[in-house]
């Protein structure tokens, strides 16, 4: 049972990336998956998810330009960036929950991938 984070990389400001999370050994559609972030010297912060009902949310800073989709058939969630700014660089990370809903504190994700590093820079 695992999830692995992949897709990070260098990019100039204002550049896109897709991050993928690849699930295995569970049923994807069952949970609710985020992905959060933890820039250099800072604590880990969430920044959007995808519950197992559809719904979709997302920290106010990342709002209109990432995007969180799913596809349970491959058993993966994406989030793709847009706009990419020198303040999102950043370690980012996904992690599921069996809770419902989306839950922005750490504690009740209970199965977390590995990191993937993003660098925005000129």
């Known amino acids: 049972v695992q999830l692995q984070a992949s897709g990070g990389g260098s990019v100039q400001p204002g550049g896109s990336l897709r991050l993928s999370c690849v699930a295995s050994?569970?049923?994807?559609?069952?949970?609710?998956v985020a992905w959060f972030r933890q820039a250099p010297g800072k604590k880990r912060d969430w920044i959007s998810c995808s519950r197992q009902n559809g719904e979709k949310d997302y920290r106010n800073f990342v709002r209109g330009r990432f995007v969180i989709s799913r596809d349970n058939a491959k058993s993966t969630v994406y989030l793709q960036m847009s706009g990419l700014k020198q303040e999102d660089t950043a370690v980012y990370f996904c992690a599921m929950t069996t809770i419902e809903l989306c839950v922005v504190e750490e504690e009740p994700y209970n199965l977390w991938g590995q990191g993937t590093l993003v660098t925005v820079s000129s």
């Open positions: 050994g569970f049923a994807l559609e069952n949970y609710s």
